[in-house]
């Protein structure tokens, strides 16, 4: 135990790292593109990086993180760091071969993407293998110590911690049975020691470990293994000093387990986790406690006095005690002071990174030094955040309509019928073809959006413009040979900004962008009141698509859970009421599609994973609201309305029974880029219903041959009979170009008509 280490203070676990201004997405897209080469590509991360060490150091916390750059991915990071890539990314440039792992290239599939446990964040999936060797292959975490050190600030490298990027890894295909990457720890630890003896020498003090994979349950052996790698790393002799870290939820049995271990510090989540467990651990009584008071994952303004009153509760139970965020402030918006047309009463109950470092430091000195006039703040900020809370206004419409929600508002008849019903009304074929919403967004199509925004022209102006693209986007589908259509959504920002935008009880910023993955940004809405709709959101612009074909175009709807995991939610009630407040306004909208005469109408919940809890024993409950949410949006639905609903970039099988219990006609999922798995999970359970597996990785450049998606159509006929199944990509188009999506499409319907011949279904109709 190293008693020499200088206190950590006032601090937060991570910052974001796109830039103000997203510049690292422009940067990347540029160097993509062959725009800028790598050198122009490195000075923007640089001064990046120096702006975001500069401005925490500034801002007075006394421990700045480090190592939180990324050019697409820490998980990715971690892997390169250690020289864990696959055969496949071979014999390019170090940059390249990066950014090949994270996006693909012609003939070389990426690795898996998926969410970063129950955030919007996505990671790449590492993949193991039993002859997988660990070296220290890259100097990243100590390169960029340096370059902090050259402006004067020593910072806390932060580290993916070896438990985690083990649990997230994946078997590489052709593993030997019975293989886990769990196996691989000691080989991993050797590196992870010689990353920390060079740390050391570089003169780091402190570095953080990140483990939020323990906030889940986990097994004896797992929680073994934690100790053994703590034990392992506390014990060697020239190291800096080691924080670990967990958030999005409570440390659980892995902090007994932390606490015996010769670890410096420990960071604990006390927003979505509790601080009762702290006393109960006499071993932290050596150790510094960094009390995560901050919530580092919504944007509301931290209520002071009680988060100083949380942090007074602990000082007798530990050796030290620190303050910070409950994670890393990258789920956040960058700065608050950069929003100009936020209603006045909302903006101050509003905390964006910048604002919630701020809040940190009050925090710390609270701690530290106490004086009067920190403690009038600390009183007069939580005074304004009550008092917001309790100025919201209600909407007694809305919340009488929820009063009266019967049971039977969440059914439809069963499947069976709607099935028959739906046969009479669509008469498609087997193995019908679609595509999940969006199209490509041109720059024609941006143009027009922001010329309506900035005035330049009026709404019938854009209207027409909108239109103009829509008719293209069907005509282009039709000439492809696709059997059920879509608008292509032209006039849609996001897929939950849009709805946002038009019910009551939601706020959207101008400059609120936060990582989603790689270069790809999204500003989530902030949802502060009760939530209503006024008018039809979708109805003009889809019954505009329908009367240009006799093929049916799907109605295109977010569902409740994906609006509100995607938005930054109030706090002050249940998420299942809020949900079901959603779900009234999307009922409304459905209804009014199938009056339309509307005959598909599709509401997306890829986010419904996503805020699944970590512990088992809070599941239920969850899965219980999230479906029934969906399912009061849906359950109004007539039988002869073909409902399909679309998931992407998930853990499936840990929600695939709440999948199943969404209830949908047709589920459509990502599949290509996890390698089919949600077959063999929807096989298990005996899914009965239409389903879509994604066999087309809309998230990579590279377009598939006709040979591999029939590879996958088989694959997908051999689990899921076809007069249940469908062929379309794993998700919206809208991030990639027609040079890509048009050939792609083509070869999928291709790739259909094969597989209908070769199992000779193609006279049969469903």
Known sequence: MNHSLPPIGSTVLG??????????????????????????????????????????????????????????????????????????????????????????????????????????????????????????????????????????????????GPLTFLLLAKSAAGAAAGFTPLDLLDPLLDAYAELLARLADAGVAWVQLDEPAFVADRSGAELAALGRAYDRLGALSHRPGLLVAGYFGDFGEALPVLAQSPVEAVAVDLVAGSAAAIPVVTALRDKTVVAGVVDGRNVWRTDLKAAASTCASLLG?????????????????????????????????????????????????????????????????????????????????VRGRIAALRPQHRRRVPYAARAAAQRDRLALPPLATTTIGSFPQTTDVRRARADLRAGRIDEATYTDRMRAEIRRIIALQEDIGLDVLVHGEPERNDMVQYFAEQLEGFATTEHGWVQSYGSRCVRPPILHGDVARTEPMT???????????????????????????????????????????????????????????????????????????????????????????????????????????????????DVIEAIDGLDADVTTIEAARSHMEVLADLRAIGFARGVGPGVYDIHSPRVPDVAELAELLSASAAAVAPDRLWANPDCGLKTRGYPEIEPALRNTVAAVREVRARLDYCAVRY
């Open 539 to 653: 109805l003009d612009w889809i019954t505009y698509a329908q009367s240009l074909t006799g093929k049916p175009v799907k109605g295109m709807l977010t569902g409740p859970v994906t609006i509100l995991a995607w938005s930054f939610v109030r706090d002050d009630q249940p998420l299942a009421l809020t949900a079901d407040q959603v779900a009234l306004a999307l009922r409304d909208e459905v209804r009014d599609l199938e009056a339309a005469g509307i005959r598909i109408v599709q509401v997306d919940e890829p986010a419904l994973r996503e805020l699944l809890p970590p512990r088992a024993e809070d599941r239920k409950s969850y899965v219980d609201w999230a479906t029934g949410a969906f399912r009061l949006a849906t359950g109004g639905a007539a039988a002869s309305t073909q409902l399909h609903t679309h998931l992407c970039y998930s853990e499936f099988g």
């Open 317 to 397: 139970s530990v050796g030290s005690l620190a303050v910070s965020t409950s994670c890393s402030l990258l789920h956040v918006p960058y700065d608050l002071d950069a929003e100009t047309k936020l209603p006045s009463a909302l903006r101050e109950r509003l905390a964006f990174a910048r604002q919630k470092v701020a809040e940190v430091v009050l925090l710390g000195q609270a701690l530290s030094a106490g004086s009067s006039a920190v403690t009038a703040r600390i009183t007069a900020a939580s005074e304004t955040v009550r008092a917001g809370r309790a100025a919201e206004p209600r909407n007694d419409h």
């Open 15 to 160: 910052y974001p790292r796109i830039g103000p201004e997203r510049e690292l997405k422009r940067a990347n897209e540029s160097y993509w593109a062959g725009r800028i080469g790598q050198d122009e590509l490195e000075a923007t991360a640089r001064k990046l990086r120096a702006r975001t060490w500069t401005e925490l150091a500034t801002a007075g916390l006394d421990s700045v993180p480090g190592n939180t750059f990324s050019y697409y991915d820490q998980m990715l990071d971690t892997a390169v760091l250690f020289g864990a890539v696959p055969r496949r990314f071979h014999g390019l440039s170090e940059l390249d071969t990066y950014f090949a792992m994270a996006r693909g290239r012609d003939g070389v599939r990426p690795l898996e993407l998926t969410k970063w446990f129950d955030t919007n964040y996505h990671y790449l999936v590492p993949e193991l293998a039993p002859d997988t060797t660990f070296i220290l292959a890259g100097d990243k975490p100590v390169s960029e110590y340096r370059e902090a050190t050259e402006l004067g600030i020593a910072t806390r490298p932060v580290l993916v």
